[in-house]
């Protein structure tokens, strides 16, 4: 059973810097990319990053590119999302996400066949 | 970027009726790249719908995706009580966008 768990969020500062986590289990992390969706207070969702399986390629969105980076560690089926320069409009429950082109060779599909629970960040003074 | 547009906002229905959800995109989508999500309040996004039509594993088969182009539908046959909730569309064809949800809501 798949299993996503993301930790990490908090308050903080406008400008300041926060690292969120993602605990995989349950399936074969490093065969998959992952992704990171965030949704503000009482919106919609907003796709935010993915990296391939083997953590050589990653994307971002526009509104979070130059400020945000995605890594992964694979013996510790982790995935990261280091967020810096954090700003106002960054408030938001960030989940983690599988992308299901898992097997073999692995490719990105770009929709999402899990889901964490999120991790709620504020960015507020 | 792609934009898509879900209609209605609100869909006001009783158990056992059935809704009917639109998604329309501001340019064409090719049908192997688009999906559909429900989201409970408090809880994560569950995918119900990708390639315009396959069910995701375990999905009721009450659900069903159709469309092309630019027109993209969600039917739910018979609503459920654990229905109810929010629905949203995603392309993955260019770039990744959603739409901006529809609710299906209790009358």
């Known amino acids: 059973q798949v299993q996503l768990v993301e930790s990490g969020g908090g308050v903080v500062q406008p400008g300041k810097s926060l690292r969120l986590s993602c605990a995989a289990s349950?399936?074969?992390?490093?065969?998959?990319?992952m992704h990171w969706v965030r949704q503000a207070p009482g919106k919609g969702l907003e796709w935010v990053a993915v990296?391939?399986?083997?953590?050589?390629?990653?994307n971002y969105a526009d509104s979070v590119k130059g400020r945000f980076t995605i890594s992964r560690d694979n013996s510790k089926n982790t995935l990261y999302l280091q967020m810096s320069s954090l700003r106002a409009e960054d408030t938001a429950i960030y989940y983690c996400?599988?992308?299901?082109?898992?097997?073999?060779?692995?490719?990105?599909?770009?929709?999402?066949?899990?889901w964490g629970q999120g991790t709620v960040v504020t960015v507020s003074s | 970027e792609i934009v898509l547009t879900q209609s209605p906002g609100t869909l006001s229905l009783s158990p056992g009726e059935r809704a009917t959800l639109s998604c329309r995109a501001s340019?064409?989508?090719?049908?192997?790249?688009l999906a559909w999500y429900q989201q409970k309040p408090g809880q994560a996004p569950r995918l119900l719908i990708y390639?315009?039509?396959s069910r995701a594993t375990g999905i009721p088969d009450r659900f069903s995706g159709s469309g092309s182009g630019t027109d993209f539908t969600l039917i739910i046959t018979r609503l459920e009580p654990e229905d109810f909730a929010v629905y949203y569309c995603?392309?993955?064809?260019?770039?990744?966008?959603f739409g901006g949800g529809t609710k299906v809501e209790i009358k």
């Open positions: 996400a599988r992308d299901p082109g898992g097997g073999w060779p692995p490719i990105v599909l770009y929709y999402f066949d899990s």
């Open positions: 349950g399936f074969t992390f490093s065969a998959y990319g």
């Open positions: 990296i391939w399986y083997d953590g050589r390629n990653k």
């Open positions: 340019q064409s989508v090719s049908s192997t790249y």
């Open positions: 390639g315009a039509s």
């Open positions: 995603q392309q993955y064809g260019r770039s990744l966008t």
